[in-house]
């Protein structure tokens, strides 16, 4: 499991101790082309990080009819506002190719939050970060997008 974790970027900063807390928690799941791993308006069940193959998420426009939000791959996660909130989920995660995913399910996470607050503070930590790094993009994009409407 700890070889599975160092493929995952979000790790990189955790030591062999950290891996191993992590690995106790975690479950392999294996994943078939064109499955529906999580779906919009469900309601979450934990954290997942790409191990292998090839993702997207999308999100429902009308009747069956959808829009792809982003491409994911190996080292990418998704489902974090599980570990954050109960919210339904905002899109869903659907399998392009035949892969495996490293699974944190929330009640494991809250179990082990509950035990060492340390550790769980770190994942926290590396979770705000990275979703940061995301809001700043997202941030970016949409400024461009104003300018470009407004030099029309």
Do not use: W
């Amino acid at each position: 499991m700890i070889e599975y974790l160092k493929l995952i970027g979000f790790f990189n900063g955790f030591t062999d101790e950290e891996l191993e807390e992590v690995s106790r928690i975690t479950d392999v799941i294996p994943t078939r082309t064109m499955e529906i791993i999580v779906r919009e308006n469900e309601n979450p069940k934990g954290l997942y990080f790409i191990v292998k193959g090839d993702f997207d998420v999308v999100k429902s426009i009308g009747g069956n009819k959808y829009k792809r939000l982003q491409k994911l791959n190996r080292g990418d996660f998704f489902g974090e506002m599980s570990i954050l909130n109960d919210e339904t989920h905002s899109a869903s995660v659907v399998c392009r190719s035949a892969g495996a995913l490293l699974f944190i399910s929330k009640e494991a996470f809250n179990d082990m939050s509950n035990e060492n607050s340390r550790f769980s503070l770190k994942i926290m930590k590396e979770l705000a970060t990275i979703l940061a790094q995301r809001l700043r993009h997202m941030n970016l994009k949409y400024g461009m997008s104003v300018a470009q409407l407004e030099s029309r």
